[in-house]
């Protein structure tokens, strides 16, 4: 078996949060799951009416900012660094460098159930860089390349 192979355990709400300093409104990520040692991880945002960001966008026919599905696939991709890699985030915020090749392809609305596909192409701690990929039912909503570091804040 290959490192690739090698599952680890889910990562719940409350295992999220130990790593990211993100809070409600901000926490764009529920669990993490199918999390490969080397591989890549899944994280899953529940997409529900409440969220507040539908109040303004849209009232009438509410959508899913595309700017925060990459910043949940950010999160996901986060969350599954630290706890794969073991990396000690705590004092720590993990910061967007930039995002290449964004393409939003479907609307996400209430009801969806995002699923944030994140992988590490390079690795430089403090700075990664991630292929991902959101999907809904299978078909793929949104997709990035994106790179962020660990810093302390100032």
């Known amino acids: 078996m290959s490192d690739t192979d090698e599952f680890l355990p889910d990562l719940d709400l409350a295992g999220i949060k130990g790593i990211l300093p993100h809070r409600y409104p901000f926490l764009m990520i529920d669990k993490i799951v199918q999390i490969r040692k080397e591989g890549g991880a899944i994280g899953i945002k529940n997409v529900t009416a409440n969220e507040e960001y539908f109040q303004g966008h849209f009232p009438e026919m509410p959508v899913m900012p595309g700017v925060l599905i ?85």
Request: proline share 6%; glycine share 6%; charged share 30%.
């Open 70 to 154: 990459c910043e949940a696939m950010a999160q996901a991709a986060a969350a599954y660094t630290a706890y794969s890699e073991n990396v000690d985030t705590e004092g720590q915020v993990v910061l967007f460098m930039g995002m290449d090749k964004v393409k939003f392809r479907k609307p996400v609305v209430p009801g969806d159930v995002l699923e944030l596909h994140v992988k590490i192409e390079t690795r430089r701690p403090p700075v990664w860089k991630y292929s991902g990929e959101a999907k809904v039912d299978g078909k793929t909503v949104a997709e990035a390349e994106f790179k962020a570091m660990l810093t302390r804040p100032k």
